[in-house]
């Protein structure tokens, strides 16, 4: 009598080898094309969000130096009758809200810190004048009518180097509401040659 390891064992047919190689590199090679489409998909998707809120908070932080000019400005105007001038890395004497002055009713300093070029989000330069008419802006159009209402003494922030995304951004949320654009009218003027950008703070 036969014992059962005297039996044959039945096996399957094995594919060649040559077939079976091939199966398994054309399998590894969609699954790695696969992969790196999902990566790069994801890695697109993260980056476009990234950038978006890297823009928004520049402009956030320009509208916030706005807000915090606007209420310094106000109080020295009161105080002293004068409109203030706040120029980034000057002496104190022309850093009329940061720095010590002598002019009668002065009672700040009425900014925590002085302004600096570190306060431009876009890399360039801010100055803040006493006048509305400077670097090549004629003034300002408040009421988008047309007709340029603020053209002398008004405490007007000028920034270098801003895009138009974040001129565009900035001049929707202070001029919204009004007509034109970020060339045109209201209290944000934007140059599309030099990238310049004014905003009227206080007038």
């Not at 590199?25 to 969609?30: Q, S, Y």
């Not at 998909?41 to 978006?52: E, K, N, S």
């Not at 706040?86 to 900014?111: F, V």
Request: net charge neutral; aromatic share 10%; hydrophobic share 40%.
């Amino acid at each position: 009598m036969l014992s059962s390891s005297q039996f044959p064992i039945a096996r399957a047919p094995r594919a060649p080898r040559t077939q079976r190689r091939r199966t398994l590199r054309a399998f590894t090679l969609i699954e790695i094309v696969i992969a790196v489409a999902v990566l790069a998909l994801i890695v697109g998707v993260v980056a476009m969000r990234a950038g978006g809120l890297i823009s928004k908070g520049k402009s956030t932080s320009v509208l916030q130096l706005t807000d915090t000019l606007k209420v310094a400005c106000a109080s020295y105007h009161a105080d002293t009758n004068q409109f203030p001038w706040e120029y980034s890395g000057y002496a104190a004497t022309d850093r009329k809200l940061s720095g010590t002055q002598t002019i009668a009713g002065w009672s700040g300093p009425y900014l925590e810190k002085p302004l600096t070029n570190g306060s431009n989000p876009y890399g360039g330069t801010v100055h803040m004048y006493a006048y509305a008419n400077v670097n090549g802006n004629d003034g300002f159009d408040t009421d988008a009518d047309g007709t340029v209402d603020v053209t002398a003494n008004a405490c007007t922030l000028w920034f270098t180097g801003v895009p138009e995304a974040e001129a565009k951004a900035i001049d929707a949320t202070l001029d919204k509401g009004l007509g034109g654009t970020a060339n045109t009218g209201g209290r944000v003027e934007w140059n599309t040659s030099n990238q310049y950008m004014w905003i009227l703070v206080h007038f």
